[in-house]
């Protein structure tokens, strides 16, 4: 065989340096130096055989030897153009031939490499390295899941300082998912080309500043973008999460510890309801500036809320990238050191340190696509920078059709159907228990109202609270009411005649078929559009308060931090059962398990009429649902190889967040008007969410690819 190759390569070395000679032969117009061995002479001093020299230039030659005439002038000959593009087609297709041995060859050398980092990350053991980098993650995570909370915290208090409508509120709840659907898919793609810490510092340094300067901006638009730029930063880290630490992690420990992992959702709800419930109430807590800039204590609570990003972002500068991703990249040395690090970490840990890292050399795949470096003095810095910018991007949308392939597309398509009814029904029934327990407080309160008719009061002087009240036909002459509020307050066909309003603030407060007679209203919030069908006659409006002044504190606030709080502790026992079970039942049974469970539960909610029943079913429902969420994360983990996981995870986390938007639209539609639509979608949804998950492949008995 090397015989065979050794005289090959020489048989290829002689007509290159015959194509060479022949080349250095005719290249030349002039063809001085050269004298052909023909045996006629050449004088350039004898015109008399000019003509005889002529003839004798063809008459010794054999026709292989003749020299093509258009060479003196420079012209190619026809069949050396005819040569040449038959070598040039030769090229190409060698080079399309040699890109699918590499990538052949790359296919295998990875399949090598999962199996030898299994044994490697075997060797470094599971200790003190994984514990550190399992809290560093977990307060990532956490503050993910405190971002879902936050908006629907702050909307009622939002509400009073920027006068929100119902549609500004419902843009508010929105604005967060939209923001992490395209975080989860651009940064989660991004972790793929860039590494993955690189990209969850980014990310999580996006999210931590902007959800700072969110509680310090006064306008609804400035606050909507950074809540939406907030949104953006925090759904890419969590693809980034969970490829990042599975990548520490062997087969035997991976189900579990990812499953212990999703915990710290679960804590960031609990943390967040907990400081909404302590901070938020206290509207007084803050400071004011004028009267354009205030600070109140729902401000004070979203710059809480970004206390785990930042101590997550601060404690990830001490953690090393993911070796796995490093070899990946072709960053064999790198690599080496991280996971001696992991191993001696663990070895000094465990009381062993004398214990020595035996592995040497890890196989590296075979590289295909390398990224040139474009050099400084190449263009000006702007076309670098748009030149590396559009590269990555390409690579990036490259990795997403990836995961179309055919070897990936059916369990692309299959999880995105899960993950799209998961999102769905869980994010849509969660948003929709608050929005029927605020309804079934509402019907309550409007039962107690108190209707006074035919009233009559003249020189009397209110300074006190109205709440929850109907007038009708009532006459009020020579009255004030001064320092006082009105809530939920309705004056139907009553006459007002020389009344005094001043300091007055109202909520859900009307004038309807009135006649208000020369009444001043000074330093009031009564505008307008609270009079409908009214007839004001020589009345005055001075000094109109600016902007929300209310500070009613609801009951009912109390009672949806309460709801947010125990649905998320109910979350704890599943969580449990999930993180024990994981690596036993496997991935599949339990995604399957979960949300089966999870749709009996739905059906439940018919006999919910009550503010208790409510409360008791949500819990049942997220403390059924959270195994099928965390099977579903370990399982898109594990799908998939290394150089496509974050990408993968991304792609099916931001069609997770399109599916909470349409959940949370379709359902807080019905309330108030039926429940048969929501519980039979959501109950469908997971139904068939759950069958379909049967036929995924296993994944617990596989190693990382």
Not at 48 to 56: I, K, L, M, N, T
Not at 76 to 97: F, L, T
């Amino acid at each position: 065989m090397d015989d065979r190759y050794r005289n090959t390569n020489l048989y290829q070395g002689g007509r290159e340096a015959s194509h060479v000679s022949d080349d250095y032969r005719y290249q030349d117009g002039n063809y001085e130096g050269y004298a052909p061995n023909d045996g006629y002479y050449r004088g350039g001093d004898e015109p008399g055989h000019e003509e005889d020299a002529q003839s004798d230039v063809t008459e010794g030659h054999d026709e292989d030897d003749e020299v093509y005439e258009g060479e003196y002038q420079g012209i190619p000959h026809p069949d050396d153009i005819k040569e040449k593009q038959k070598k040039r087609a030769s090229a190409v297709a060698d080079e399309y031939r040699d890109r699918a041995d590499l990538m052949a060859e790359r296919m295998e050398d990875e399949e090598q490499l999962a199996h030898q980092y299994e044994n490697i990350i075997e060797e470094c053991g599971h200790g003190r390295f994984q514990w550190t980098l399992f809290f560093v993650l977990g307060l990532a995570l956490m503050a993910d899941g405190v971002e879902v909370f936050v908006v629907g915290f702050v909307l009622p208090s939002a509400e009073k300082d920027m006068c929100l409508s119902s549609s500004n509120k419902g843009m508010l709840g929105l604005i967060v998912y939209l923001g992490m659907m395209v975080g989860a898919v651009m940064l989660g793609g991004l972790a793929d080309k860039l590494g993955r810490k690189k990209c969850l510092i980014i990310s999580l340094a996006i999210n931590a500043a902007f959800a700072f300067l969110s509680s310090f901006v006064q306008g609804y638009g400035f606050f909507l973008f950074c809540r939406l730029i907030s949104g953006l930063g925090i759904g890419g880290s969590l693809p980034i999460v969970f490829a990042y630490f599975s990548e520490f992690l062997s087969r035997e420990k991976r189900g579990e510890h990812l499953s212990w992992l999703c915990m710290f959702w679960m804590i960031g709800g609990i943390f967040a309801s907990a400081m909404a419930w302590s901070i938020i109430p206290h509207y007084g807590w803050g400071f004011s500036m004028g009267t354009k800039y205030h600070f109140h204590s729902w401000r004070v609570f979203v710059l809480v809320c970004s206390l785990p990003c930042i101590a997550s972002l601060v404690a990830l500068k001490f953690m090393p990238e993911s070796p796995r991703f490093l070899l990946e990249m072709g960053k064999h040395d790198e690599a080496w050191m991280i996971l001696k690090q992991v191993h001696d970490t663990n070895m000094r840990a465990k009381g062993e340190p004398e214990r020595v890292f035996t592995v040497s050399y890890i196989k590296t795949p075979k590289q295909v696509d390398e990224f040139i470096e474009i050099q400084s003095s190449t263009g000006t810095w702007y076309q670098r920078w748009l030149v590396r910018i559009t590269t990555t991007f390409k690579q990036v949308w490259d990795n997403v059709l990836y995961c179309l392939t055919a070897q990936y597309r059916m369990n692309t398509l299959m999880l995105a159907v899960v993950w799209f009814t998961m999102a769905l029904s869980y994010y849509g029934l969660i948003v929709w228990f608050p929005d029927m327990i605020r309804y079934l407080q509402e019907e309550a309160y409007e039962s107690r109202v108190k209707i006074f008719d035919d009233e009559e009061v003249s020189h009397f002087t209110f300074n006190f609270t109205l709440e929850n009240q109907i007038h009708r036909n009532g006459e009020y002459r020579n009255d004030k009411f001064i320092g006082m509020k009105f809530k939920e307050v309705r004056f139907e066909d009553s006459l007002f005649e020389e009344c005094y309003f001043e300091d007055v603030t109202s909520s859900e407060t009307f004038f309807e078929n009135c006649t208000i007679i020369s009444t001043v209203f000074y330093d009031t919030d009564i505008y307008e559009h609270k009079f409908i069908n009214c007839r004001l006659i020589n009345s005055t409006f001075l000094k109109e308060k600016e902007g929300c002044h209310l500070d009613f504190e609801e009951d009912n606030d109390f009672l949806i931090y309460l709801v947010s709080f125990l649905g998320s502790l109910s979350v704890l026992p599943g969580n449990i059962i999930s993180a024990l079970l994981m690596d036993k039942i496997g991935r599949i049974k339990m995604i399957g398990g979960s949300m089966l469970i999870s749709a009996v539960c739905c059906f439940f909610l018919f006999f919910g009429n009550s503010e208790s029943a409510m409360i008791g079913w949500q819990c049942l429902f997220c403390g059924a649902s959270i195994a099928a969420w965390n099977a579903l994360d370990v399982i898109t983990v594990e799908l998939y190889p290394t150089d496509k996981r974050a990408t993968a995870f991304g792609i099916l986390n931001g069609l997770c967040k399109f599916g909470a938007i349409l959940g949370n639209s379709i359902f807080a539609s019905f309330v108030g008007i039926t429940k048969v639509v929501p519980i039979l979608l959501a109950s469908s949804a997971l139904v068939g969410g759950g069958l379909l998950a049967l036929r995924l492949p296993e994944t617990r008995e596989q190693v990382l690819m």
